[in-house]
């Protein structure tokens, strides 16, 4: 079965730290490109980061300096290094591998004191 599990998420006070993981399974990540979307309350689904098989980075201004993709081909894995949250970062966050295409159900990120 192919699918991508997201993990990770929770509540968190602003200025906190989470890590997002995307378990993939039924595919092997080492040649997709893979990204992180957002979606917020009332708001669009957006993507705001994204990794290519190379391994090459991009970010959405949004997040840039704060958040980090990275892959571990080996555990077939993707991740999310979330630092310095913002209640505006409150969302749901989705694993994609947008050249199947497929997403993950989205795990919740809620930044709150």
């Known amino acids: 079965q192919v699918q991508l599990v997201e993990s990770g998420g929770g509540l968190v006070q602003p200025g906190g730290s989470l890590r997002l993981s995307c378990a993939a399974s039924?595919?092997?990540?080492?040649?997709?490109?893979m990204n992180w979307d957002r979606q917020a309350p009332g708001k669009e689904r957006e993507t705001i980061a994204s990794?290519?098989?190379?391994?090459?980075?991009g970010y959405a201004n949004s997040v840039k300096g704060r958040f980090t993709i990275s892959r571990d081909n080996a555990k077939n894995t993707v991740y999310l290094q979330m630092n310095s949250l913002k209640p505006e970062d409150t969302a749901v966050y989705y694993c994609?591998?947008?050249?199947?295409?497929?997403w993950g159900q989205g795990t919740q990120v809620t930044v709150s004191s």
């Open positions: 994609k591998a947008p050249m199947i295409p497929l």
């Open positions: 039924g595919f092997t990540i080492r040649t997709y490109g």
């Open positions: 990794i290519n098989a190379g391994g090459a980075t």
